[in-house]
């Protein structure tokens, strides 16, 4: 997503380790979440436990709850591992489309896809999926996951301060916008399906 | 210009193959109206959607006659976990005078991604007389065992059973470390020394 290159792994279903046994009949997920110290434009150490990558595992971790079909999953943990390369804005919402690409492949069954995007709020002017230098000037952003196929948003969360009048017209060009990130995983998951057909 | 159309109708055939059957979690596969659900698509509704990433397939439906049961496929990507009423396949790994620990490796004959722990008790291993049994005599560490599911457990391994003629050892090695050939269900002979060894043994299937 623009300079912004994010990697995702799932391992499992496997055996859930936790012992607390509060909900047998349904799996849980877990993540890790990753900042390579060469990702961001201000060069930092480690940022494994910092507040904005706890931030981001529970935000992956409430929206898969509610997309993963877990109740098909009886005790097993499904690990969600993000790794950041290269970070260049809208890290949130490449982090999602990447998790969600790589749940697909590992055969998790899922409710339906979700796409997110970012929309940033500059002197009145709506942007799309803001850079880094980008977001430092909003006054306000908005980060959406659209649930493809249908109308529903499985996702908001908004920073910053934006007016009510243009929260309806930023809301919908974030709608565009995944709707044109919706189109191309599906053309990709096509061209994997192709490649896969090809070695059967 | 005769191959070439051949090579353009293949590649239109595949074309159309591929684009007209791949689907994505979430896509609309049909209606209940026509069709069943059934494994990989969820129902909402009166429509029907597909829960995973793969090909569609359909088949007559045994429950409802008449009507299509509707499949979403994929045999590369595929994730499955031992289910209540599964045959799993495991091998035997420690004995315990009252059970046996075992780690399941297959479930309705797919690998699974992480083996998962499983555990056999005494009064599992056959339906009758299982008071008078020494866990010993059944099964020996490192046999491959063909089982049943019969509960998710306690909180650490799923409960397996091995009562019935088809369920038992289907593959082990002696003392001696041939292997070993069935010769009743409860006794085996090393296929190098002639050795008899006791095990519970699975009936071979005929196939």
């Known amino acids: 997503m623009g300079g912004t290159e994010v990697r995702a792994t799932v391992t499992g279903p496997r055996q859930d380790h936790q012992k607390s046994g509060t909900n047998k009949d349904r799996g849980t997920i877990e993540t890790g979440f990753f900042i390579s110290p060469f990702a961001p434009v201000d060069r930092k150490n480690s940022s494994r436990f910092d507040k904005r990558s706890k931030e981001t595992q529970a935000l992956l971790i409430h929206l898969f709850e509610s ?14 591992n993000i790794t950041v390369i290269d970070s260049d804005g809208s890290l949130q919402a490449a982090t ?25 709020l500059i002197d009145d002017e709506i942007l799309l999926d803001p850079t880094q230098d980008e977001t430092y000037f909003a006054s306000g952003t908005l980060l959406t996951g659209h649930v493809t196929h249908s109308n529903d948003i499985a996702l908001m969360e908004s920073t910053g301060q934006i007016p009510h009048d243009t929260l309806t017209s930023m809301l919908a060009q974030a709608h565009q916008g995944c709707e044109q990130i ?16 090809g070695v059967r | 210009m005769y191959f070439l159309s051949i090579v353009t109708f ?12 791949c689907v994505v979690p979430g896509q609309h596969v049909g209606e209940i109206s026509i069709y069943e659900a059934g494994a990989g698509t969820r129902l909402q509704g009166q429509s029907i959607f597909a829960t995973r990433f793969g090909e569609i ?10 009507k299509l049961k509707i499949e979403v496929i994929n045999r590369k990507l595929f994730t499955q976990i031992p289910q209540i009423g599964s045959i799993v396949y495991c091998r035997a790994e420690k004995l315990f005078p009252g059970f046996a620990r075992t780690v399941i490796l297959t479930t309705d004959e797919t690998f699974l991604p992480q083996p998962f722990p499983g555990m056999i008790r005494k009064q599992d291993i056959r339906p009758l007389n299982t008071d008078e049994l020494e866990i010993q ?24 059973s091995t009562a019935g003629v088809d369920l038992g ?34 009936k071979p299937s005929s196939s």
């Not at chain 2, 003392?175 to 006791?198: H, V």
């Open chain 2, 10 to 21: 293949i590649t239109v055939h595949n074309f159309l193959f591929m684009s007209s059957v």
């Open chain 1, 67 to 80: 997309i993963v079909i877990l109740d098909q999953l009886p005790r097993s943990s499904i690990q969600i």
């Open chain 2, 57 to 66: 397939q359909t088949s007559n439906s045994i429950l409802n006659p008449g």
């Open chain 2, 137 to 160: 005599d059944c099964f020996r560490p490192g046999d491959i065992i063909r089982s049943r599911v019969i509960s998710l457990g306690d909180s650490h391994s799923f409960y397996l």
């Open chain 1, 182 to 197: 919706t189109d191309f995983m599906e053309k990709a998951l096509q061209t994997y399906a192709e490649s896969l057909s």
């Open chain 2, 169 to 202: 050892v289907v593959y082990a090695t002696s003392l001696d470390g041939a292997p070993l050939e069935a010769i009743a269900w409860n006794e085996m002979r090393c296929s190098a020394t002639g050795k008899l060894e006791k095990r519970k043994v699975a």
């Open chain 1, 96 to 120: 999602i489309n990447a998790a969600v690409l790589a749940l697909v492949s590992a055969g998790i069954p899922m409710k339906s896809l979700v796409s997110a995007c970012e929309v940033s």
